[in-house]
C-alpha cells in the first residue's frame, strides 16, 4: 500500500534521503490513503500542481482601504478576508516567537518537513486510535493555504484541503521544494499573514487589531500567546466566547513552550501567566453598510463605478472580486468638509423621515471629479421602521424607501432619475450658439405658443390639429426675449421657438454629449434617430436624468466646453503601491476629459446662466428680473446656473455653477413620482445648492468667469421688461411624468 503511493506521489523518492522515507511511511499511516492509490492519487496530486515560484508569487487576499480625498480619513473597507499584509519587521518578536511555539517548534530546524513531529504524531495517534495530533509545519501549512487561495472552484478549494494521503504527500513535497527558494523568515512573514484566528481576522495584523485594537508590535507576551493558541482552533480557544478558560489554558500552554525553547525565562512567563485576558475588541467594518453617516451613497456609486471599470476584470462579479480581495488603497474625490457640508444643507430643509428626496451632487469643473453626494436618506438595507409607501396603489404590500434605503438616488445605479424641467433649456441654447445663432438673438414670445410638434390629443397642451402649444408660467414672460432673458427668466415660448431653428435632435444630442443617457423605454424611444427630430417638449426638460448627470453636464458649461466623465476617485494603488492601469497602461484614476464644446459657446451659455442667479451677465441685458435672483446674494461670487420645475411641481431642481464647484440639488419623491413637492418645497434645491456653494468655497480664492466673444454675443437687443417680480419656470405637459 505505502509503495503504491509513494509510486502515485511521483518523483518523491529522488527528492528525499532514505531516512526520510521512514517519515513518509508514518505519514502514510496518519492519514487513510489506503482508499487513494494507483490512478485515483495520482489524478489528485495533479490537481493540485503548483510550482514553488507560483508559491512564492501567490500572495493572499487582502483588504482594500478607501479614503476619502485627504487620504487618510477612512471612508469603507472592502474584504472578503479580513486582512491587511505586513512584515516581520513590523511584529513584534513575541508574535513571532509564540506562533513557532504554538505550531512548529522545530521550525528553525528542519528543511519543510518535520519527520521527528511525523513519528512522534503517529505515536500519539496509533495511542489514542484517531487523529488527535498533526504534523502539519509552518511550511506546509502556508502551503497548503495558498493552495486553497490560488483555488478557483469550490472543488478545488476542496482538493488542496481534504484530509488525503495524496494530498498531504504533495504538500510535504511543496514544502521541502519551498524552502530552497524562501528564507524561514519569508516563509514565516507569509504564514503569519494567511493564518486565520477567528473572528473574521485573517493575518496577524487582523488579529492583532480585532482582538486588542493594537498593531502587531505592541503586543505584550501573553497577547501574543493567546493570538499564536487561536491557530489550532479559532472557536474552541476564542477568548471572546461565553467561557474564557479554554482560552486561558491554550495561551498558558502556548507560554511555557516558549519557555522550553529558551524564548522566555521563567520569570518573565510567570508574569505572563498571571496576566488576565484582557480584550480590547473591534469590529472592522466592511461595504458601504458601514460607513460614515451620510456618506454611504458615495460609496455606493464608487462601488457601482468599480464595477464598470474593464481594468480590473472581465465581467462586473470580477471587478466586484477584485475590489474585495485585492488590497488597493483608494483615495476618493469625495471631499469630507463638502460633503459634510452638503449633507448638513439637505436636512437643514428636509428631514430623513419624509417621503420627499432632496438631494444635491457636487462636481469639480475641468476633472470630473465627485466632491460630494448628499440626500436626506439612511443608507441601509433595514426597512422595517419605514413610512408608508407614498404611492397609495403600493401602501398594503410595500414600506416606502425612507429614511431607510440603499437605492442609488442621485445617479450612477439603475434608477431612471427624474425629469428635470426647464434646466434642459441648456441644451438648446448650447445647441443654438453652436449652430451660429448669437445670445442676442431675439424671438417674439407669447404667452402661449402654437408649435410645429404634434402631440397627443390626450395632453392639456393640444391644441388645433394636434400640435402641442406650450404656454409660459406668467404674463410677465410675454414679449420680446434674447438668449439672456429667456434662459434668466425661463420662457418656454421661447425656447421652443429657439428649438425649432436648431432642430429637437439637436438638443438631444448635446444632451448626449455632455453626458446624459436615456434610461426609460418611452426616452430611448423619443430619444432615436426617427423619432428625436419630433421630440419638441424636449427642451422643458421631460426626459428622466439624475443630478449626477446634470451636475456633470454643467461642469463641462463652466469647464470651458470640457466634458468630464463623473469619477469617485483620485488615485488608486495596488497591493506594491503601484497606480491601477487599464490594458493600456493608463492609470484608472486619471479623470477622463474630452473637448465636447468650442470654449466660446461655452463661456456663450455662462454668461446666459449668470442671468438665472442676479449676478448679471458680462455681454448683454438679463431684463430685469429672473427665477433666481437670491442665489448671487447668497453664495457672494461669480455663480451661474439654472432652476427648473415640473407639471403641477412634482419634481424641482437647481443646478449652480462656479469655476471651482458644480451642483445639482433636486426634490422628488423617488417612489411615486406623481407625488407633488409642492410650491413650498420647489425653492429647497435652490436654497441648498447656493448656502452650499458659498460654505464650501469659503475661504477660496475667488474666480469670475471668462465672457464669450462678441461673435457669440451678438449685437445687444433690448428685451421686454417684466411687470412683475420674480416668477418660476414650468412646462407643460407632454407626456405623464411616471414612466
Known amino acids: ?50 510550482s514553488p515560484d507560483e ?101 478545488e478549494v476542496n482538493e488542496a484541503t481534504e484530509q488525503t494521503g495524496a494530498r498531504k504527500l504533495r504538500e510535504m513535497k511543496l514544502a521541502i521544494e519551498l524552502e530552497k527558494h524562501m528564507s524561514k523568515n519569508e516563509i514565516l512573514e507569509r504564514y503569519l499573514n494567511v493564518a486565520y484566528f477567528g473572528h473574521r481576522a485573517y493575518g496577524i495584523l487582523a488579529a492583532a487589531e480585532i482582538y486588542f485594537s493594537k498593531k502587531p508590535a505592541d503586543l505584550t507576551v501573553s497577547e501574543a500567546a493567546m493570538l499564536a493558541g487561536l491557530v489550532q482552533a479559532p472557536s474552541a480557544y476564542d477568548p471572546a466566547g461565553t467561557d474564557s478558560r479554554a482560552a486561558k489554558t491554550r495561551r498558558d500552554y502556548v507560554i511555557d513552550r516558549m519557555v522550553d525553547l529558551k524564548y522566555l525565562s521563567p520569570a518573565d512567563a510567570a508574569t505572563a501567566h498571571a496576566a488576565p485576558v484582557a480584550l480590547q475588541l473591534s469590529e472592522p467594518p466592511n461595504d458601504c453598510l458601514a460607513t ?26 470580477e471587478r466586484i472580486d477584485k475590489l474585495r480581495r485585492g488590497g488597493y488603497s483608494v483615495v476618493t474625490s469625495l471631499d469630507p468638509r463638502t460633503q459634510d457640508i452638503a449633507q448638513q444643507q439637505i436636512l437643514k430643509r428636509e428631514q430623513t423621515r419624509s417621503p420627499y428626496a432632496l438631494g444635491q451632487v457636487a462636481i469639480e469643473p475641468g476633472t470630473g471629479r465627485i466632491r460630494a453626494m448628499a440626500v436626506n436618506r439612511v443608507y441601509s438595507l433595514d426597512r422595517a421602521s419605514n413610512g408608508p409607501h407614498s404611492d397609495p396603489r403600493q401602501r398594503k404590500r410595500l414600506r416606502g424607501n425612507y429614511p431607510n434605503t440603499v437605492n442609488p438616488l442621485l445617479g450612477g445605479g439603475d434608477m431612471a432619475g427624474y425629469q428635470a424641467g426647464s434646466t434642459f433649456k441648456m441644451f438648446t441654447m448650447l445647441a443654438a450658439l453652436e449652430q451660429g445663432l448669437p445670445l442676442s438673438t431675439a424671438i417674439n414670445s407669447p404667452k402661449t405658443f402654437q408649435s410645429k410638434y404634434k402631440t397627443g390629443r390626450s395632453s392639456p397642451a393640444h391644441c388645433g390639429n394636434d400640435f402641442w402649444c406650450p404656454s409660459n408660467a406668467s404674463d410677465s ?103 491601477a492601469v487599464d490594458d493600456k497602461g493608463v ?53 451661474a446656473g439654472k432652476s427648473g420645475t415640473t407639471d403641477d411641481n412634482r419634481s424641482a431642481w437647481f443646478v449652480g455653477m462656479t469655476p471651482d464647484l458644480t451642483i445639482a440639488g433636486f426634490i422628488a419623491d423617488p417612489d411615486n413620482p406623481l407625488h407633488r413637492v409642492g410650491s413650498g418645497n420647489t425653492g429647497k434645491p435652490r436654497e441648498t445648492v447656493a448656502e452650499t456653494l458659498r460654505d464650501a468655497l469659503a475661504g477660496t480664492p475667488v474666480r469670475d468667469f471668462t465672457p464669450p466673444s462678441p461673435a457669440i454675443a451678438g449685437k445687444p437687443d433690448k428685451p421686454a421688461k417684466s411687470r412683475t417680480g420674480t416668477t418660476r419656470d414650468t412646462k407643460p405637459t407632454q407626456r405623464p411624468t411616471a414612466h
Not at 503511493?5 to 517519515?23: D, E, F, P
Not at 483588504?63 to 512584515?87: I, K, M, S
Not at 449626477?548 to 476617485?569: N, Y
Open 292 to 317: 460614515r453617516a451620510g456618506w454611504g451613497f458615495f460609496c455606493a456609486y464608487l462601488r457601482s463605478w468599480w464595477s464598470a471599470q474593464p481594468a480590473f476584470g472581465a465581467s462586473p462579479n
Open 55 to 155: 508559491l512564492r508569487q501567490t500572495l493572499p487576499a487582502q483588504t482594500t482601504h478607501v479614503y476619502a480625498a485627504d487620504g487618510t480619513t477612512l471612508l469603507a473597507q472592502f474584504y472578503e478576508e479580513y486582512r491587511t499584509y505586513t512584515g516581520l519587521s513590523t511584529m513584534s518578536v513575541n508574535v513571532q516567537q509564540a506562533i513557532v511555539a504554538a505550531e512548529d517548534a522545530r521550525f528553525w530546524e528542519h528543511h519543510g518537513v518535520d519527520f521527528k513531529g511525523v513519528a512522534r504524531a503517529f505515536v500519539a495517534n496509533q495511542k489514542a486510535g484517531v487523529v488527535s495530533q498533526g504534523a502539519s509545519t509552518i511550511t506546509m501549512q502556508y502551503v497548503r493555504n495558498v493552495l486553497r487561495d490560488s483555488a478557483r472552484t469550490p472543488a
Open 477 to 579: 414672460m410675454t414679449g420680446r426675449q434674447t438668449m439672456w432673458s429667456g434662459f434668466g427668466k425661463s420662457v418656454n415660448t421661447f425656447f421652443v421657438q429657439l428649438e425649432q431653428r436648431v432642430g429637437a435632435d439637436s438638443a438631444v444630442r448635446m444632451a448626449e454629449r455632455l453626458g446624459l443617457r436615456w434610461r426609460t423605454g418611452i426616452d430611448q424611444l423619443q430619444a432615436s434617430p426617427a423619432k428625436a427630430k419630433g421630440w419638441g417638449a424636449f427642451t422643458l426638460g421631460v426626459a428622466d436624468t439624475t443630478p449626477l448627470e446634470m451636475a456633470g453636464a454643467f461642469a463641462t458649461v463652466v469647464a470651458d466646453g470640457m466634458h468630464c466623465d463623473p469619477i469617485p476617485v483620485t488615485s488608486i494603488t495596488d497591493v506594491e503601491g503601484k497606480p
Open 1 to 50: 500500500m505505502i509503495a503504491r503511493t509513494m509510486r502515485a506521489a511521483g518523483g518523491l523518492l529522488t527528492l528525499l534521503r532514505t531516512g526520510l522515507i521512514v517519515g513518509l511511511a508514518v505519514a502514510a499511516l496518519i492519514y487513510p490513503i489506503a482508499a487513494v492509490t494507483g490512478v485515483g492519487a495520482k489524478k489528485s496530486a495533479e490537481a493540485l500542481a503548483i
Open 587 to 639: 492609470e484608472v484614476a486619471k479623470p477622463r476629459c474630452a473637448q465636447v464644446l468650442s470654449p466660446d459657446v461655452a463661456r456663450g451659455a455662462v454668461d446666459a446662466a449668470r442671468c438665472v442667479t442676479g449676478y448679471r451677465a458680462a455681454t448683454g441685458d438679463c431684463g430685469g428680473w429672473s427665477t433666481a435672483p437670491q442665489v448671487y446674494p447668497t453664495v457672494r461670487r461669480p455663480v
